[in-house]
C-alpha cells in the first residue's frame, strides 16, 4: 500500500527547537539555526502540498490514488543473486513499479542503483559492470512488458541515501516533478522513507512524496531478521547526521567528503570488508 510521506521539514523543526533550549549566542552557528528556521518557513507550501496529498489519498481508498497524478516512480534496487539475477524482493518491487505505471501511464519509472558496498560487482562477459538497476530494467522490460522510452535509471548511487539524493539530482529535479512514489521492501521502508524525507526535504522545489511498500518473499527469517536489525541500526546513524546536515548543499558536501561510498577521502576502503556479517550479506 502507498503511505503518505508526513515527516517533511521535521527535522529542521527538532533542530531549531533544540537552538531555542541550548540559547545559543549569536556566531556561525546561530546563523545557521536561523537560516533553518527561514527554511523551515519557505517550505510551508510543501507543507500544504504534502498535505493535500494525504486528504487526497484518504478519500479515495488504500491505493492512494490522486488526481494529481504521479510523474515519477521511483524504485530502488535492492542487489542482485549469485548469477546477477534480480532477487524475488527486488522482483515485488519491480512489479509493483509497473503496476503503479499502468495506473498512472503518463508517469516515468525510475530505476536506482549502481551496486553495493557489501559485495563484488556483477559484471558482463566483457568485464564491464553490469549495474543493479540495469538488469532491473531488463526485468521490468523483458518481464513487465514496460517500454524501455518509460524507464530511466541512475547508476550513481550505492546505498539508500544515494539512492534519495541522485535520484533527486539527476532526474526529479531537473525533469521539474512534482509526485513521486517510491517503492521498496517493507523491512527498508522505514529508513528509505526517512533518507528520502531528509534528502528531498532539503531542496524547496522537490516533489511531494509518497511510498508504496511490497512484502518481504524471498528471504530466509533469520536473514531478514538480521536485516532488520541492520535497518534499524543505519537508520539511528540517519537522525544524527540529518540533524546537523540541513540543505541539499550540506548533504552534497557530506556525501562526497565523509561518507564511504562517495567520498575520495575514504575511497581506499572500497576494497576492504564492510562489516556486515554473512545473513546480512543475503539480504544485499
Not at 491505493?63 to 524482493?89: C, F, K, M, N
Not at 512514489?181 to 512524496?209: E, N, Q
Request: hydrophobic share 35%; aromatic share 8%; charged share 25%.
Amino acid at each position: 500500500m502507498i503511505i503518505v510521506s508526513l515527516r517533511r521539514s521535521m527535522v529542521l523543526g527538532r533542530v531549531v527547537a533544540s537552538a531555542g533550549r541550548r540559547g545559543v549566542q549569536e556566531g556561525p552557528w546561530t546563523r545557521r539555526w536561523k537560516q533553518a528556521g527561514a527554511t523551515q518557513r519557505r517550505r510551508s507550501a510543501a507543507g500544504s502540498r504534502t498535505a493535500r496529498w494525504r486528504a487526497e489519498s484518504a478519500s479515495e481508498g488504500a491505493e492512494g490514488a490522486s488526481a494529481q497524478g504521479v510523474d515519477g516512480i521511483v524504485v530502488l534496487a535492492g542487489g542482485l543473486t549469485a548469477s546477477g539475477g534480480v532477487p524475488r524482493w527486488v522482483q515485488g518491487r519491480l512489479d509493483a513499479a509497473s503496476e503503479l505505471h499502468a495506473k498512472y501511464p503518463g508517469s516515468v519509472i525510475l530505476v536506482t542503483g549502481g551496486g553495493s558496498p557489501h559485495k563484488r560487482p556483477v559484471l558482463f562477459d566483457s568485464g564491464h559492470v553490469n549495474h543493479e538497476s540495469t538488469v532491473c530494467c531488463d526485468y521490468l522490460v523483458k518481464e513487465r512488458g514496460v517500454c524501455p522510452t518509460k524507464i530511466i535509471k541512475e547508476t550513481s548511487s550505492y546505498d539508500t541515501i544515494g539512492n534519495a539524493y541522485f535520484s533527486l539530482v539527476i532526474h526529479a529535479l531537473p525533469l521539474g516533478w512534482r509526485s513521486v512514489v517510491a517503492v521498496t521492501s517493507a523491512f527498508h521502508l522505514p529508513r528509505a522513507a526517512a533518507c528520502f524525507d531528509w534528502v528531498y526535504g532539503s531542496c524547496d522545489s522537490s516533489p511531494a512524496l509518497r511510498y508504496h511498500s511490497v512484502p518481504d518473499e524471498g528471504m530466509s527469517p533469520r536473514a531478514l531478521e538480521a536485516r532488520i536489525g541492520r535497518e534499524k541500526e543505519s537508520a539511528q546513524a540517519l537522525v544524527r547526521n540529518a540533524r546537523e546536515i540541513l540543505t541539499l548543499k550540506e548533504i552534497n558536501l557530506w556525501l562526497h567528503q565523509k561518507h564511504r561510498c562517495y567520498a575520495v577521502a575514504r575511497q581506499e576502503e572500497w576494497n576492504e570488508p564492510t562489516e556486515a556479517d554473512k545473513l546480512e550479506l543475503e539480504t544485499y
